[in-house]
Nanobody, 118 residues
Framework: EVQLVESGGGLVQPGGSLRLSCAASGFPFSANIMNWVRQAPGKGLEWVSSITPSGLLKYYTDSVKGRFTISRDNPKNTLYLQLNNLKTDDTAIYYC???????????RGQGTQVTVSS
């Protein structure tokens, strides 16, 4: 059974930073593309970032390029998302997810809330 457990969210002021983590189990993590997706209040799921199994290739939606960094630690079965220079529009529940590149359709965890507010 695929299990994904996100953590690291919180309340932060605009311009602040957070580091999200996702602990994965129940599937061959190191062989899978992984994604971060988010859902803002009242909106649908939005793809944020993808990383290939080796970690060499990374992809970002335009609104987070230069501010967010995706990474993974395959021996620890853990996915990360470093969020810098946060904006109020980044407020959302953030999920790690399996699936293909840029996908919002894979298995997701329960999510972690990120709130950016002054």
């Amino acid at each position: 059974e695929v299990q994904l457990v996100e953590s690291g969210g919180g309340l932060v002021q605009p311009g602040g930073s957070l580091r999200l983590s996702c602990a994965a189990s129940g599937f061959p993590f190191s062989a899978n593309i992984m994604n971060w997706v988010r859902q803002a209040p009242g909106k649908g799921l939005e793809w944020v970032s993808s990383i290939t199994p080796s970690g060499l290739l990374k992809y970002y939606t335009d609104s987070v390029k230069g501010r967010f960094t995706i990474s993974r630690d395959n021996p620890k079965n853990t996915l990360y998302l470093q969020l810098n220079n946060l904006k109020t529009d980044d407020t959302a529940i953030y999920y790690c997810a399996t699936g293909s590149l840029r996908s919002t359709l894979g298995n997701r965890g329960q999510g972690t809330q990120v709130t950016v507010s002054s």
